[in-house]
């Protein structure tokens, strides 16, 4: 059976870092794209980066870009999401995602497999 497990999330002062990390188990992952989506209270999930099977390209929505980092260790069945420069609209349930593909998608329903989510909470 396939599992995502995040872990990392928490309260953080705006301005400050958070680093995510999504296990995976069940079956090897090395092949396959990965992302991470966000939902906040009343909104939908969308996309917030993604990285293919082999970690060699990656992608970003808009407010990620140039403040987070996705990554992954295909040895590990891991995959983290480094948040620099934290706001308070980044507070949301971050969800952890794969699907049986080897490109990026950035729609929700291109992933088959989801953690359970993690809460991020930006507040001061």
């Known amino acids: 059976q396939v599992q995502l497990v995040e872990s990392g999330g928490g309260l953080v002062q705006p301005g400050g870092s958070l680093r995510l990390s999504c296990a995976a188990s069940?079956?090897?992952?090395?092949?396959?794209?990965m992302g991470w989506f966000r939902q906040a209270p009343g909104k939908e999930r969308d996309f917030v980066a993604g990285?293919?099977?082999?970690?060699?390209?990656?992608s970003y929505a808009d407010p990620a870009k140039g403040r987070f980092t996705i990554s992954r260790d295909n040895a590990k069945n891991t995959m983290t999401l480094q948040m620099n420069s934290l706001k308070p609209e980044d507070t949301a349930v971050y969800y952890c995602?794969?699907?049986?593909?080897?490109?990026?998608?950035?729609?929700?329903?291109?992933?088959?497999?989801w953690g359970q989510g993690t809460q991020v909470t930006v507040s001061s």
């Open positions: 995602a794969s699907r049986t593909e080897r490109w990026i998608s950035r729609a929700r329903g291109g992933y088959d497999y």
């Open positions: 069940g079956r090897s992952f090395s092949n396959y794209a």
């Open positions: 990285i293919t099977g082999n970690g060699g390209s990656t």
